[in-house]
C-alpha cells in the first residue's frame, strides 16, 4: 500500500487512547469526560480500521460501524444525565457527585 | 510521487488529529473542546480514507461530526459554558496518578506495536476497488454479520429509550416541585 504502513497507524491510535484515558481521569465537567470518551472510542476505531486494511478483512470495518452505534447511545444517555443533572441544580464535578459511594 | 502525496496527507491529517486530541483533554472552555473534536474527528476520516475505508469516513463526518456534535453544542449551550481550570491542583495524589495511568497505557499499546512492526504488520496485502465502498459494506452487514447490524439497532433502541425516561424523570420532579 501506499504511504505509511499499518504501524504508523497504530501508533496514532495509541496516542489517541491515551490521550482520552488521560482526559477521563483528568478533567472534572462530565461533559469533558464524554468527549474523552469519544476520543477513546475513536483511536480504538483507528486500530480496528487499520487491521481491516491490513488483514483484508471487512469484520474490523463492520465493527467500526458498531462502535459508532455504541457512541452514538452512550453520548444519548450520557446527555440525558447531564441535562437532569444540571436541572437538579447540583454541581456539574464528577467529584463532587459521590452520593452513591459505598 | 504517489507515494510521496499520500505521506504528506498522512502527515497532516495525524499532526491535526493528536493536536485536536491534545486540545479537547487541555482547554478550559467546554464548547472549544467540542469544536476541536469536531476537527479531531474530520482529520480521522481523512486517515480512514487513506486505509481505504470510504463508507466509515462518510459516516464518521455525517453521524460523528454531525449529529452527535450537534447535539453536545446544543447541550453545552443549554447549560452555559463552566470553566474549569483542568491543571490547576496539579500536584494532587489524584492528578499524578491520572497522568501516570494515561502514560502506562500509551507505553504499553506502543511497546505491543514495536514487537510486531518488523514482522507480520510490515507487509499488507493489496486492495481492490471494492474494499470499502458502501455497496460492499452493505452486503456484509445483510450477509456475515446481520446479527451484529440487528443488535446494533437494538442498542440504539434501548439508547433513545433511555435518553427519553431521563428527559421526562426530571420534567416530572420539577413539576411536584
Not at chain 1, 17 to 45: H, K, Q
Not at chain 2, 86 to 113: D, H, K, R, Y
Not at chain 2, 121 to 128: E, G, I, K, R, T
Request: glycine share 10%; charged share 10%.
Amino acid at each position: 500500500m501506499l504511504g505509511p504502513g499499518i504501524a504508523w497507524y497504530l501508533g496514532v491510535s495509541a496516542f489517541l487512547f491515551g490521550v482520552g484515558a488521560l482526559g477521563v481521569l483528568l478533567r472534572r465537567n462530565p461533559l469533558i469526560v464524554l468527549l474523552s470518551l469519544e476520543i477513546m472510542l475513536n483511536g480504538a476505531n483507528l486500530a480496528l480500521i487499520a487491521f481491516s486494511r491490513h488483514a483484508h478483512n471487512g469484520a474490523g470495518q463492520i465493527f467500526a460501524l458498531a462502535v459508532m452505534a455504541v457512541a452514538a447511545s452512550e453520548v444519548c444517555v450520557g446527555l440525558g444525565l447531564v441535562v437532569a443533572i444540571h436541572r437538579r441544580n447540583l454541581a456539574l464535578d464528577v467529584d463532587a457527585l459521590s452520593e452513591l459511594r459505598g | 510521487m504517489g507515494n510521496f502525496l499520500v505521506w504528506v496527507v498522512w502527515v497532516v491529517a495525524a499532526f491535526a488529529c493528536i493536536a485536536s486530541a491534545v486540545a479537547v483533554v487541555s482547554l478550559r472552555n467546554p464548547f472549544l473542546s467540542a469544536l476541536a473534536l469536531i476537527g479531531n474527528l474530520g482529520s480521522l476520516a481523512v486517515l480512514y480514507l487513506l486505509l481505504s475505508a470510504e463508507f466509515v469516513a462518510a459516516a464518521q463526518v455525517l453521524v460523528y461530526a454531525g449529529a452527535v456534535m450537534v447535539m453536545f453544542l446544543f447541550v453545552i449551550a443549554y447549560i452555559g459554558p463552566a470553566q474549569e481550570t483542568p491543571w490547576a491542583g496539579w500536584s494532587t495524589v489524584q492528578n499524578v496518578a491520572a497522568v501516570l495511568t494515561a502514560a502506562a497505557i500509551f507505553v504499553e499499546i506502543m511497546v505491543a506495536i514495536g514487537l510486531k512492526a518488523g514482522g507480520r504488520l510490515a507487509h499488507s496485502d493489496h486492495v481492490n476497488g471494492t474494499f470499502g465502498s458502501p455497496g460492499w459494506i452493505g452486503r456484509l452487514f445483510l450477509t456475515d454479520h446481520l446479527l451484529a447490524f440487528e443488535i446494533t439497532s437494538i442498542v440504539l433502541l434501548v439508547a433513545a429509550v433511555g435518553g427519553v425516561i431521563l428527559g421526562s424523570h426530571t420534567r416530572r420532579l420539577e413539576t411536584e416541585a
